[in-house]
């Protein structure tokens, strides 16, 4: 079989972006292309090329590098900054050593002499189609990216999932990218601020939720790189009740078998609170009834603007509900309870409080 038909029952399924300044060089490559591919784009710098990229997501690039507002050097370098894994074929009249051994740096071994030699052009064509091969096989493995995929094809929006100290931050995302193990996605400034906290994000689609790490952003592109995307089965949306870190001068202590614990408390809410605590599996179990008291501070306006701060301490019943461990010595636990309706409205007076103070911390955080 020869290679130019090897070529065309490859090449029907995928579509390329051709970035060219001539307009008698790209009329030419687009005809030739244009009998093989998909689909064939076509634009006249690196500018127009990288906005094309953007919109359609061809699968090669044939790229110029002496083009008239952003060359080829620049066009490529925030391409495959955009789109890592994209393959790009270089045709350039300008074959200096220099700009191939720069190339081959960025992972392009596909750099073509003008004029164009078209056995040369195809070679290299099927040597980019095999990468893509390689490329898909890995990927296909994973149902999960299948549907994103799907899911963005259709131009769905996500949704994604973050808090800061309990405080909830829930924002539609844009899928800009998906790869073989990561997605790129655009989303609102406070959420890209709580992913970058967390350095992680859940995210909701149909009736998926899937659990990502924060790999990178780029602000001048405003695209956030999530990687290492895992189904899971709950998510933190679906909390019915507000939780909130408390303050430093927060106390709290356990009281179980005639023992007094006391551990650092990561959250609570109006009906609940979790521990982080050191060793707990052989103290206290599931379903396990204990004593807690807690002690905090309120604040209550009087006249003048005045602030009148209480001194708060509440005793109550709770059971162990969940106890999940962090690594061989330290785990989470939390429990549940149900308060008197005097202790819950002065419990959610200072859940409330915290939580302004929380929404101001969080305005003030940096990176």
């Known amino acids: 079989m020869s290679e130019l038909i090897k070529l065309k029952n490859k090449a029907s ?60 050097h620049e066009f490529i370098a ?22 191939i051994m720069k190339f081959k740096k960025l992972g392009i071994n596909e750099f073509i002499q003008k ?65 073989k193990d990561k997605i790129r996605i655009k989303t609102e400034n406070v959420q890209v601020k709580a992913i970058r906290y967390e350095k992680d994000t859940t995210i909701h689609f149909e009736d998926k939720i899937v659990n990502a790490k924060f790999e990178s952003y780029d602000e001048h592109s405003n695209i956030l790189c999530l990687k290492d995307l895992v189904e899971v089965e709950t998510s933190s949306k679906n909390r019915k009740t507000l939780r909130v870190a408390p303050d430093e001068m927060f106390n709290s202590s356990i009281f179980a078998n005639s023992e007094r614990y006391n551990y650092k408390v990561e959250s609570l809410s109006s009906s609940s609170i979790s521990f982080t605590a050191k060793n707990v599996t052989n103290k206290l179990r599931v379903a396990d009834k204990v004593d807690i008291v807690i002690g905090f501070k309120t604040e209550h306006e009087a006249s003048f603007e005045n602030v009148i701060v209480h001194k708060e301490r509440l005793s109550f ?25 005097g202790d819950r409205k002065i419990l959610e007076k200072y859940i409330l409080q915290r939580q302004l103070e929380l929404v101001k911390e969080f305005k003030e955080l940096k990176f």
């Open 115 to 179: 004029p164009v030699n078209y056995d040369t052009l195809i070679s290299s064509l099927l040597s980019s189609i095999k990468k893509l091969e390689n490329s898909e096989e890995e990927s296909n493995e994973d149902d999960l990216f299948k549907e994103l995929y799907a899911f963005k094809l259709n131009n769905n929006k996500i949704e994604l999932v973050n808090h800061y100290k309990g405080i909830p931050f829930i924002h539609d995302a844009s899928i800009i990218n998906i790869e």
């Open 317 to 341: 019943k709770a059971f162990v509900h969940k106890i999940k461990k962090i690594d061989n010595d330290y785990s989470k636990i939390v429990f549940i309870y149900e308060l008197s309706f």
């Open 13 to 72: 399924e995928y579509s390329v972006l051709i970035v060219e300044d001539s307009k008698h060089i790209q009329k030419q490559m687009k005809n030739f292309v244009g009998k093989l591919f998909k689909e064939v784009y076509v634009a006249d710098n690196g500018l127009v090329g990288l906005e094309v990229f953007k919109k359609n997501l061809p699968d090669l690039v044939l790229s110029d590098l002496t083009m008239p507002q952003m060359d080829g």
């Open 78 to 99: 925030k391409l495959l900054e955009f789109s890592p894994n994209t393959q790009v074929v270089i045709i350039s009249a300008h074959g200096y050593e220099e700009n």
